[in-house]
């Protein structure tokens, strides 16, 4: 299985400012075929399900604000919050989708202002 | 708009059978071509995936449940199901249905999860 592991586990940062959460796979999940990193960032806040926000590595989802970015390839990959708002508190994951299951998360970031 | 609700008993016995349904609204399961998954999440273990089914696809299961998660699919009620066997302590959890791309790991669509505890 692909191992995904996040740093760090906690981050505190101040109202607008920027937040940079990073993430690393066990193995490379870039497939060479359509040079596509096969990668998901999810948010999640307390007592509500996860919430796609990046895919492809650096896409961002419909509606997701555009201070979200993600960015990487292979196997070292990055969330960055341009400018941290309230409403951005929440555990934030990452995932990998690359060919085979199992489907593997990352253990999560917590963000804290 | 596409709405995801998981339902089924909240408490299940040790070695007993763990049964929830995912009940689809704002859209078709029979239409296009989706993943549909179920993922749980623990404090300890974080988030798993459990499986998932695809229109005229394989259902494909994570083989840390060694063999003990069914996934099935009820059309005419626009829903689909995961059946857990021999269930203990270790498969308390918060369990998710969701929608993605066909043949995806991609998770778009979540619902709000249910959360099941096992015990005596």
């Known amino acids: 299985d692909i191992v995904m592991t996040q740093s760090p586990d906690s981050l505190a940062v101040s109202l607008g400012e920027r937040a940079t959460f990073n993430c690393k796979s066990s193995?490379?999940?870039?497939?060479?075929?359509?040079?596509?990193?096969?990668l998901a960032w999810y948010q999640q806040k307390p007592g509500q399900p996860p919430k796609l926000i990046i895919y492809?590595?650096?896409s961002r989802q419909s509606g997701v604000p555009d201070r979200f970015s993600g960015s990487g390839s292979g196997t070292d990959f990055t969330l960055t919050i341009s400018s941290v708002q309230a409403e951005d508190v929440a555990v934030y994951y990452c995932q990998h989708y690359y060919e085979t299951p199992p489907y593997t998360f990352g253990q999560g970031t917590k963000l804290e202002i | 708009q596409l709405q995801l609700q998981e339902s089924g008993s909240g408490l299940v016995k040790p070695s007993e059978t763990l049964s929830l349904t995912c009940t689809v609204t704002g859209g078709s399961i029979s239409s296009g071509a989706y993943s549909w998954s179920w993922i749980r999440q623990t404090p300890g273990k974080g988030l798993e995936w459990i499986g998932y089914m695809y229109h005229n696809g394989p259902t494909l299961y994570n083989p840390s449940l060694k063999s003990r998660a069914t996934i099935l699919v009820d059309k005419s009620k626009n829903q689909f199901s995961l059946e857990v066997t021999s269930v203990t302590a270790a498969d308390t959890a918060v369990y998710y249905c969701s929608r993605g791309p066909p043949g995806s790991g991609l998770f778009e669509y979540w619902g709000q999860g249910i959360l099941v505890t096992v015990s005596s």
């Open positions: 492809w590595a650096s």
């Open positions: 193995q490379s999940v870039l497939y060479r075929s359509n040079n596509k990193n096969y």
